[in-house]
């Protein structure tokens, strides 16, 4: 079976590369799991994974190629995960092979060790995986797969600790990098999340039983009760006759949660670090049409991701909110080989302008990022040809001109357009009447920083921005990735 490869039209977005999902104490747990990676396929859509364990068939596990309602709502699928305890993963490639995954890296990862059995999940990058996995191998570990999350399944096995979760928190203190983890044995769920807290991890219960969740939007599918966020450096242990016990293996450091989730990656339905992730990107374009007001007929969002922003620019601004472009919602991510010509459609195969509704006016576009800049390219033509009389662009990030390091399939630098060029040279290489991204300080005041940015503290991890990295990437540095020098 060829990979599953995402849409080829989707590839000047950024994308977050897992979701992770667990539950304990509950019937039929391969089918909540289903539920809940069905909720965060935004967060992966390149393959998915599941392992349950019951007591007479033992660990069971299921890995696929594809979307979760392709291949985990199948009774013959199904059928082979039985158990109260589970947990699945949903990816893009990270480390590892890049769009042409082997079903060998597709997680969640297993390993038997000599009290039992432990599966894992893994969302986030481990920046030192380089180094961990040459030390490893040259101890005599055999690697199974070219992820870096692997490289803890080993650690765990090389560790003298007691019980499986004393092992992995042995573990993860030799990690660097950012993880949110869903793990689980034979009888326990547990969930870690770095000491930064980078991405997100939640905790939610349902009946007698728990969940624990990249996102909110996954609890709500499954109808569990949203209890709270697991803490940054926060581990927990779930098990039916114990319930949750939480503890602090790391040193605690301020945390550093990334704020491109509330830009783009998590579902506008999630609520992250207490806020309404919806409310978070409409008060981006509140933001943005005080940053940068402009004299326009048509505030038009690029769906769906820039849609929130669009609202609250048209909120502030009082230009007329419109659906300028539409989105075909059964485009989906289909395609493997597309011909040439097929290709040279271009967006027309996902995005079509309302023609009636454009023509003669001008227009302000609201985005979520600019990354190569490509895809704002051809949609600026679209509406052109429609006969838009001004294109404006409005961004609801700053410039992405650095790349991230702990999870997100992001271009080497050279390829990001804001590390090029200046914003009028980015005005001007895509081609509109103009071009305006929120600052950073706008960005924080939308998130609930008030104040705007921190300059000595900041609040989140906002490298892709400023290129100020709060984890060395070790790895990339050894290759000779050059950070941003202090100013």
Not at 27 to 52: C, K, N, Y
Not at 95 to 109: C, H, L, M, N
Not at 123 to 130: D, K, P, S, V, Y
Not at 252 to 259: H, N
Request: with cysteine; glycine share 10%.
């Amino acid at each position: 079976m060829r990979p599953f490869l995402a849409h080829p039209f989707d590839s000047d977005k950024l994308h977050e590369e897992c979701g992770v999902f667990g539950v304990i104490g509950m019937a039929d747990a391969s089918s909540f799991v289903a539920l809940g990676l069905h909720a965060l396929q935004h967060r992966g859509q390149e393959a998915g994974g599941i392992v349950t364990y019951e007591a007479e068939a033992g660990f069971c596990s299921a890995r696929r190629f594809g979307y979760v309602r392709d291949n985990f709502t199948k009774a013959d699928v199904m059928s082979t995960l039985p158990g109260t305890i589970g947990i699945g993963h949903v990816r893009y490639s990270t480390a590892g092979s890049k769009g042409a995954t082997a079903i060998r890296d597709v997680q969640p990862f297993f390993g038997e060790f000599s009290m039992g059995g432990s599966a894992i999940a893994h969302n986030g990058n481990i920046t030192n995986a380089t180094a961990l996995r040459r030390e490893l191998i040259e101890r005599g570990s055999i690697f199974q797969s070219s992820s870096d999350s692997e490289c803890i399944i080993h650690l765990m096995a090389r560790s003298m600790g007691r019980n499986i979760p004393d092992r992995m928190e042995e573990a993860l203190r030799k990690v660097e990098g950012a993880f949110s983890i869903v793990a689980m044995t034979r009888t326990k769920l547990m969930g870690v999340r770095d000491p930064l807290g980078v991405r997100p991890l939640v905790l939610g219960k349902l009946g007698d039983g728990w969940a624990l969740s990249s996102e909110t939007c996954a609890l709500d599918i499954i109808g569990a009760e949203f209890i709270r966020e697991i803490e940054p450096g926060e581990m927990i242990v779930i098990s039916e006759k114990e319930g949750v016990q939480s503890h602090f293996p790391f040193r605690r450091v301020k945390s550093r949660g990334c704020i491109f989730e509330h830009v783009y990656f998590s579902r506008p339905d999630s609520i992250l670090g207490g806020r309404s992730v919806y409310e978070t990107r409409r008060q981006i374009g509140v933001e943005l049409a005080k940053e940068s007001p402009v004299d326009a007929d048509l505030v038009c969002p690029v769906p769906d991701s820039g849609t929130p922003a669009a609202i609250g620019y048209s909120q502030e601004s009082g230009i007329p909110y419109a659906m300028g472009i539409i989105r075909n919602q059964y485009m989906g991510r289909t395609f493997i080989e597309p011909t040439e010509q097929i290709r040279n459609m271009g967006v027309r195969l996902k995005l079509n302008v309302n023609r009636a509704l454009i023509k003669g006016k001008r227009v302000i576009l609201v985005d979520d990022s600019v990354v190569r800049g490509t895809t704002s390219r051809k949609i600026k033509d679209m509406i052109l040809d429609a006969g838009a009389a001004e294109v404006h662009f409005r961004i609801a990030s700053p410039p992405t001109a650095w790349p991230c390091f702990y999870g997100v399939d992001t271009p080497e630098r050279s390829k990001l357009l804001a590390a090029t060029m200046s914003e009028e040279e980015m005005r001007d290489w895509i081609g509109v009447d103009s071009l305006k991204f929120v600052s950073l300080d706008g960005l924080y005041r939308a998130a609930g920083a008030a104040k705007g940015r921190d300059t000595k503290s900041p609040q989140y991890c906002d490298a892709c921005f400023s290129g100020e990295y709060p984890i060395a990437p070790s790895d990339m540095i050894e290759k000779g990735f050059e950070m941003k020098a202090a100013e």
